[in-house]
């Protein structure tokens, strides 16, 4: 039997990468997903839709959703939970991964406007946050569930993550950090139904928007990480025997990855050390 095997995920920012990649290690380790972001056609500048992450589960033997939401509108995210829970009865896992990655994300103070600082509170905090309120009653009802929320290291770094010139601009490691603090105040509260909820820090990563920005941003990809790390790193949280060891804690990807999977091997389950 599978790892995950009977398990529910919902990914969000699942049309392509550290999205897409965690939701096919799902689906690898048994999962049924629930594949959620706004692309479902194919754009000129960057690959990957719902829809293709959806045949890429079916093909791996397991059921998809792939649904599209604008994660800035509360009724998207009420009607996710809503279609969720009518296709697959319940929902186990929740990857809060989606946020504002287009280059407005790099401009400083003083050229970043009020409407730009919004769009990105709206969806990498206020998402999260809604989509935690959608879920974890059903979470609470069935006995527990895990709710994943994919961080990054700028919350905590004066330049932010991203290596080359400049870095991020105020909005996006602000709303990191309040994503976090937001992990641990959960916590606490989430404890007690079996819930647990936890920070996953995947640093600088090879996505493909990463990839298409290095020429103009001056990144040297033979730096970032491969999307297999956060996405394995999720995927052992999801199926690891206590979750409890970890709610409330931030988890830098690359870092577990060589603790916990190479040291032990991928499919090591043991306590952690």
């Not at 994660?71 to 009518?86: F, G, H, V, Y």
């Not at 928007?209 to 941003?217: F, Q, R």
Request: charged share 20%.
């Amino acid at each position: 039997m599978s790892r995950l095997e009977g398990k529910v995920a919902v990914v969000t920012g699942a049309s392509r990468g550290i999205g897409r990649a965690i939701a096919l290690e799902l689906a690898r380790a048994g999962a049924d997903i629930v594949a959620t972001a706004r692309t479902e056609s194919p754009r000129d500048d960057l690959p990957g839709t719902i829809h293709r992450t959806a045949e890429d589960v079916r093909e791996m033997g397991r059921r998809a959703l792939p649904y599209r939401a604008d994660l800035t509108q509360a009724k998207d995210i009420d009607a996710l939970a809503a279609k969720t829970l009518e296709t697959f009865g319940k929902v186990d896992i929740l990857v809060n991964n989606a946020a504002y990655t287009s280059k407005a994300i790099f401009a400083s103070f003083w050229d970043m406007t009020p409407e730009s600082w919004g769009r990105q509170m709206a969806l990498n905090l206020n998402a999260p946050f809604l989509l935690c309120k959608a879920f974890a009653p059903a979470m609470r009802e069935q006995g527990g569930g895990m709710i994943i929320n994919i961080t990054s290291g700028a919350a905590h770094t004066e330049n932010g993550t991203m290596p080359g010139e400049g870095g991020e601009g105020p909005a996006y490691p602000a709303s990191k950090a309040a994503l976090d603090r937001l992990t641990l105040a959960l916590a606490k509260e989430l404890r007690p139904h079996g819930i647990s909820i936890i920070g996953v820090d995947p640093g600088f990563t090879l996505t493909e928007t990463a990839e298409m920005l290095a020429e103009s941003k001056g990144y040297v990809v033979a730096d970032a990480n491969p999307m297999a790390f956060p996405a394995s790193t999720v995927a052992y949280l999801a199926a690891c025997p206590n979750p409890m060891w970890y709610t409330g804690k931030i988890i830098v990807s690359a870092e577990f990855v060589e603790e916990h999977l190479l040291a032990q091997g991928s499919e090591s389950q043991g306590s952690p050390r």
